[in-house]
């Protein structure tokens, strides 16, 4: 059986994810409060601005940085894009 979660990004109930995606307070936060579908639209986008923005992932500032990246997108406030990035039109 799926486990649900009320997603804070989408603000209603949807599938939750299998397991904490990291360890520790953050991780059991996000398992409890964000769904599969927006953890994936995140680690997508995160992807992205790790490649567009040739981040160093040994480099503390650069963690850093992907946090608060990460709580921005996921709690719906504003969030760094890659330059020039023009996201595809919804069908």
């Excluded at 994810?17 to 307070?25: D, E, I, K, V």
């Excluded at 996921?74 to 039109?89: H, I, K, M, R, S």
Aim: hydrophobic share 30%.
């Amino acid at each position: 059986m799926t486990r649900t979660v009320f997603c804070k990004k989408y603000q209603e109930d949807l599938p939750g994810l299998a397991r904490p995606p990291m360890p520790g307070p953050t991780g059991e936060d996000i398992f409890n409060t964000v769904s599969e579908k927006a953890w994936k639209e995140w680690q997508s986008h995160q992807t992205m601005l790790i490649n567009e923005k040739q981040l160093n992932m040994m480099d503390p500032d650069a963690r850093k940085f992907l946090k608060e990246q990460m709580e921005s997108f996921l709690n719906n406030q504003t969030f760094e894009q890659a330059e020039g990035y023009v996201p595809p039109e919804k069908k």
